[in-house]
């Protein structure tokens, strides 16, 4: 029965939301020309403001930094389940990730690159991107119970998700889907990255028209 009230309020959560989508004047021209696309670490961004009780400015930096890996992994993970719905291939997040390690482009270092640039490091076509905003930390009851990197949100007020896709050979915006969930109870990656990938269903670039 609790489990059942739980889901309940996470489905009124991601669904209390408002999306938007772009799409370039040469979208159709320019996804002919891509093949392989990498997936980026997710940028993440987590209020430090009124930090529960035993929350360090450190600790949430390094809580951004895992869910980062973790949305990118998890991402991943489902498009390579839905490979044959897409037109393109995308690159294993373990390459991806080496290639930028070994040129020392680190986590936070990504967002000061320009998508052409980092393209071209990983020898794609284009460049998918992400951006998570959160309104609040986990919450103090939760970080004592769970731990700081289980994954386990405790209330939040906002989350706002970017997936943004960049043209290799130009670094320009291709594509961009935005959306803001609001509610009283936050999630764990995995449920973002499912809820946001319900959004994204039928309007992400690359899906194989049927």
């Known amino acids: 029965m609790k489990k059942n009230i739980i889901l309940v309020v996470l489905v009124a959560f991601f669904l209390s939301a408002c999306a938007t989508v772009y799409r370039s004047p040469q979208f159709y021209e320019v996804r002919q020309k891509h093949r392989i696309v990498a997936l980026l670490p997710f940028d993440v961004t987590i209020s430090s403001t009124r930090l529960p009780k035993g929350m360090t400015i450190e600790i949430l930096k390094e809580m951004e930094k895992e869910e980062g890996f973790g949305t990118q992994a998890l991402f991943y993970s489902h498009f390579l389940k839905k490979s044959a719905d897409f037109s393109v291939a995308f690159q294993d997040v373990d390459k991806t990730n080496a290639i930028l390690a070994k040129n020392n482009i680190y986590f936070a270092d990504l967002r000061t690159y ?73 999630s764990s990656s995995e449920q973002l990255v499912k809820a946001f990938s319900r959004k994204i269903a039928r309007v992400f670039p690359y899906l194989i028209a049927r």
Do not use: C
């Open 114 to 186: 320009a998508k052409e640039d980092l393209a071209r490091l990983l020898g794609v076509d284009a460049v998918i991107t992400g951006k998570i905003q959160r309104e609040k930390p986990m919450s103090e009851a939760a970080a004592i119970a769970l731990g700081v990197l289980v994954g386990i949100w405790g209330s939040t007020n906002k989350v706002n998700v970017d997936m943004t896709i960049h043209d290799g050979a130009t670094g320009e915006l291709f594509w961009k889907y935005s959306h803001q969930l609001s509610g009283s109870i936050g």
